[in-house]
């Protein structure tokens, strides 16, 4: 558990940060991976509610080139003893090689953003007392229902992340060459946060001096405009978390981050009626003219969405960030022409490069719960 300070209007908030094991969603029937869909559009219903002080949940894949260390361990325990160094053996240390070279690894994380003055108003409420221990129980007790309420939905939560293994994830994002769980040098989780020159325009420059590599980072989002009209499932982002590599070549390093803001009834209705009025507004100006009909589109789910807020439903602000990572300038130009590639397959209209502010997106980017304006 994380308390964040600022020092801006906004206030502290908690954060606590916990990992989710893989579901196999390859394996996964349809009907299954469609039933965990509504559950999880029932969690964060069930969140968004105006009782529930839980502002915003990040869901991060972090994806790498190469197979998890534990399979191959795996691996070499399954193997009879006395194989060490005979053909047998260095067969299956070959295709363990060759699979690397075609294989991902894959790792997730669930952050879930409490503000500090919400919790101070569930623990008056609910607890009678606004001390130092009982806002820490409360605390814990909000995590502890929206782990169980991510366990019903198919993410099932393997365990929290103590500071220092919350700066070990960070340090690795930003060097990817220090593996996740590498707590070497890591004290508390702002030892995570190293030094590096002024970023380029594209890019956000970050040296790992003892392995003598240069990392380069770019963050991209996309725009509230680019959306796909029509509803899609959980599966939707596959292109840009799976499929993000070039024939002949390693996957590149990237890190997918889908945040959701939760709000209350009220104040859904608020916003959509707000974006309602500015779409239909482009649809008056465009009377006459030949266009492709998405803003009509955009319209209609707008009614639709208004309809589901009036009657059985609350609302949330989405947000997908997509952060790539390669050892050089050119490898990362590369990576953001494959993410663009990914983005175009998933039909999103307007995925942003974050360019002359690549340092800033990096931190928006971080399982810390700062991923969406307030």
Not at 49 to 78: F, H, N, W
Not at 124 to 135: C, L, S
Not at 216 to 227: D, K, L, N, R, V
Request: hydrophobic share 40%; proline share 5%.
């Amino acid at each position: 558990m994380i308390r964040h300070s600022t020092t801006g209007t906004k206030g502290a908030y908690f954060t606590a940060t916990v990992e989710i094991e893989g579901r196999g969603d390859g394996l996964r029937s349809v009907a299954a991976t469609q039933r965990e869909d509504h559950e999880l559009e029932r969690v964060l219903n069930r969140l968004a509610e105006a009782r529930c002080p839980v502002d915003e949940i990040s869901l991060m894949t972090r994806a790498q080139p190469g197979l998890p260390a534990a399979y191959k361990e795996q691996v070499r325990r399954m193997r009879a003893d006395g194989l060490e160094h005979t053909m047998l053996g260095d067969n299956i240390e070959q295709r363990m090689t060759n699979l690397d070279r075609v294989s991902d690894s894959y790792r997730m994380f669930a952050t879930i953003r409490i503000p500090e003055a919400g919790i101070y108003r569930w623990a008056a409420e609910h607890r009678g007392a606004t001390d130092r221990d009982t806002i820490c129980h409360a605390v814990h007790h909000q995590v502890g229902e929206v782990t169980e309420l991510l366990n019903g939905a198919g993410l099932r939560v393997v365990h929290g992340l103590s500071p220092r293994r919350l700066g070990a994830l960070i340090r690795h994002l930003y060097v990817p060459s220090r593996s996740i769980d590498d707590l070497t040098g890591i004290v508390s989780a702002r030892d995570a946060f190293v030094g590096y020159p002024p970023p380029l325009p594209e890019a956000l420059q970050v040296p790992d001096w003892g392995r003598d590599v240069l990392w380069y980072h770019a963050t991209g989002y996309i725009a509230p405009y680019g959306w796909p009209a029509d509803r899609v499932s959980s599966r939707w982002m596959l292109p840009a978390v799976a499929q993000v590599f070039d024939a002949g070549s390693p996957s590149v390093i990237r890190t997918v981050t889908a945040s959701w803001r939760l709000l209350d009834r009220r104040e859904s209705q608020k916003q959509m009626a707000d974006q309602l009025l500015n779409t239909l507004t482009r649809v008056a100006r465009d009377t006459g003219k030949i266009t492709t009909g998405e803003d009509q589109e955009q319209a209609d789910a707008g009614h639709q969405v208004l309809y589901d807020l009036r009657h059985q439903s609350a609302g949330v602000i989405p947000s997908v960030r997509v952060t790539c990572s390669a050892p050089s300038h050119l490898g990362l130009l590369q990576a953001r022409g494959l993410v663009d590639s990914a983005m175009a397959d998933l039909n999103v209209d307007a995925f942003t490069w974050c360019d002359t502010r690549q340092a800033d997106a990096m931190v928006l980017s971080q399982p810390l719960g700062r991923g969406l304006l307030r």
